[in-house]
C-alpha cells in the first residue's frame, strides 16, 4: 500500500512539473482532442448555418405567367412516318403537323415574234396528319388535299391538279419496330376532269371524271414496320379494294374496270403492300418515294396494279421551296398503259409543327413554351 502511495504521488507532482514547464505542449494536445472530437461528432443543430432564399412576392389574386405560348412553324422537312411519334415516352398523347404549299408559274408575251400565249397556272397543297399515342397503340390520321389550274389567253381554263386523299391507320406495338395495323383510305377529287388531247374546249357532257366517279376504298388489316422515320413498310394480307362511280353518265362510259352498263361499284380482295421512303441527298434537297402494289386474289392475281408517287424537294430558305413530282400509274382493269404525270413548280410553302431541337428531330406537337 505504501508503495502505491509513493509511486501515485510521483507521478502527480512529476506531471505537475512538467506541465509548468511545458504549457504549449499541453495547448496542442487540447487542440488535437478537440479537432477529434469535431469530426466524430454529429451537428445536430439545423440552424448552424442557415441559408435565405428569395421569393417574389406578388399582390393577392396575381396572375403569374412564367412561359410565352405560341405555335412554331417547322422550316425543315415534316414526318411522314409516326416512328418518332411512336418511340416518344410522356404524357402528351395528341399530336399534329401540317405542311402548305402554293406553287405558281406565269408566262407574259408583247409583240414576241415568235408568238406564245399569255398564261397563268396555281397549283395548292396542303398536308395535314393529326395522331394518337398511348402506350403501345397509336392512331395516324393524314389528309392530303391538290387544286390547280392553268389559265390561258383565248383557252378556257384547264385543271393540272385535283386530288382527295385520305387516310386513317391504326397500330399496335409488338416489339422490334413492328406493329399490328389495320386502317383505310379514300381517294378522290373535287370537281370534274376532261381530255383536253380529244376535247380541246371541252364542255361538261365531255367529262371522263368527277367527285366520287370514280373514288377509291382501300381497307385492310396486316402489318408494318417503321424502323426509321424515312422508312417504313405495311403489308396487309388482307385488303379490299372498292372502286366506285356515283355519276349516272359515267357508269355508262366504259372506264375503271367496270363489267357492265350502270354498274357503281366494284370489289376486289387481294394482298397489297405499302413502301415509303425518302432520302436526304442535301441539306435541305429530299426525294421522297412511294410505291404501292395490289394483287386481285380472285381475278388474275398476276395483274399487278402499281402507283408510284417520287416528289423531289428542294427548299430555298424558310418559305420558298422547288417541287418537281413524278406520278405513275398501272393498271389493267382501267387501262392497259402505263399513266404518267409530271410537274415542276416554284412556290411557297410553311410547315406547322415541334421543332425538338435536343434530338434534332421533328415531333409533332401543336403548342411548345419559349
Given amino acids: 500500500m505504501k508503495k502505491f502511495l509513493l509511486l501515485f504521488s510521483f507521478l502527480f507532482f512529476s506531471s505537475a512539473l512538467f506541465s509548468q514547464k511545458n504549457p504549449d505542449v499541453l495547448k496542442e494536445i487540447d487542440s488535437i482532442s478537440q479537432k477529434r472530437w469535431s469530426a466524430?461528432?454529429?451537428?445536430?443543430?439545423?440552424?448552424?448555418?442557415?441559408?435565405?432564399?428569395?421569393?417574389?412576392?406578388?399582390?393577392?389574386?396575381?396572375?403569374?405567367?412564367?412561359?410565352?405560348?405560341?405555335?412554331?412553324?417547322?422550316?425543315?422537312e415534316i414526318p411522314i412516318t409516326p416512328y418518332n411519334l411512336l418511340q416518344m415516352v410522356g404524357p402528351k398523347k395528341w399530336f399534329y403537323y401540317g405542311q402548305n404549299n402554293l406553287v405558281f408559274n406565269q408566262s407574259s408575251f408583247s409583240n414576241w415574234n415568235t408568238g406564245g400565249n399569255n398564261n397563268i397556272g396555281i397549283i395548292g397543297k396542303i398536308?395535314?396528319?393529326?395522331?394518337?399515342?398511348?402506350?403501345?397503340?397509336f392512331l395516324d390520321n393524314t389528309l392530303q388535299l391538290g387544286y390547280g389550274f392553268v389559265a390561258s389567253e383565248g383557252e378556257a381554263s384547264r385543271k393540272t391538279?385535283?386530288?382527295?386523299?385520305?387516310?386513317?391507320?391504326?397500330?399496335?406495338?409488338?416489339?422490334?419496330?413492328?406493329?399490328?395495323?389495320?386502317?383505310?383510305?379514300?381517294?378522290?377529287?373535287?370537281?370534274?376532269?376532261?381530255n383536253y388531247t380529244t376535247t380541246p374546249d371541252p364542255e361538261?357532257?365531255?367529262?371522263?371524271?368527277?367527285?366520287?366517279?370514280?373514288?377509291?376504298?382501300?381497307?385492310?388489316?396486316?402489318?408494318?414496320?417503321?424502323?426509321a422515320e424515312d422508312f417504313q413498310v405495311i403489308f396487309r394480307p388482307l385488303n379490299g379494294k372498292f372502286t366506285f362511280v356515283t355519276d349516272p353518265f359515267l357508269q355508262k362510259?366504259?372506264?375503271?374496270?367496270?363489267?357492265?352498263?350502270?354498274?357503281?361499284?366494284?370489289?376486289?380482295?387481294?394482298?397489297?403492300?405499302?413502301?415509303?421512303?425518302?432520302?436526304?441527298?442535301?441539306?435541305?434537297?429530299?426525294?421522297?418515294?412511294q410505291v404501292n402494289f395490289f394483287s386481285n386474289y380472285v381475278f388474275h392475281s398476276e395483274r399487278v396494279d402499281v402507283a408510284y408517287n417520287g416528289t423531289l424537294n428542294i427548299r430555298f430558305n424558310k418559305f420558298i421551296t422547288t417541287t418537281v413530282s413524278l406520278d405513275l400509274a398501272y393498271d389493267h382493269d382501267q387501262l392497259q398503259k402505263l399513266q404518267m404525270k409530271q410537274t415542276l413548280g416554284v412556290g411557297f410553302s410553311y410547315n406547322l409543327g415541334y421543332d425538338d431541337k435536343d434530338k434534332n428531330k421533328k415531333l409533332i406537337k401543336p403548342f411548345i413554351a419559349n
Fill in 127 to 137: 398536308r395535314y396528319n393529326l395522331s394518337y399515342k398511348k402506350g403501345k397503340h
Fill in 40 to 76: 466524430i461528432n454529429l451537428d445536430l443543430d439545423s440552424l448552424s448555418d442557415p441559408v435565405l432564399v428569395k421569393f417574389d412576392s406578388h399582390f393577392k389574386d396575381t396572375i403569374v405567367i412564367r412561359d410565352k405560348v405560341v405555335i412554331s412553324s417547322v422550316t425543315e
Fill in 204 to 227: 361538261f357532257n365531255d367529262r371522263i371524271s368527277r367527285f366520287l366517279s370514280p373514288g377509291y376504298l382501300n381497307a385492310g388489316l396486316g402489318i408494318s414496320y417503321n424502323p
Fill in 253 to 289: 362510259a366504259g372506264r375503271y374496270g367496270f363489267e357492265k352498263d350502270g354498274q357503281s361499284m366494284r370489289s376486289e380482295l387481294g394482298a397489297l403492300v405499302n413502301v415509303l421512303y425518302r432520302i436526304k441527298i442535301y441539306k435541305d434537297i429530299n426525294f421522297t418515294n
Fill in 161 to 194: 391538279e385535283d386530288y382527295i386523299n385520305l387516310m386513317t391507320n391504326y397500330g399496335y406495338d409488338i416489339g422490334k419496330n413492328f406493329y399490328l395495323s389495320t386502317g383505310f383510305q379514300i381517294l378522290t377529287q373535287f370537281s370534274a376532269g376532261f
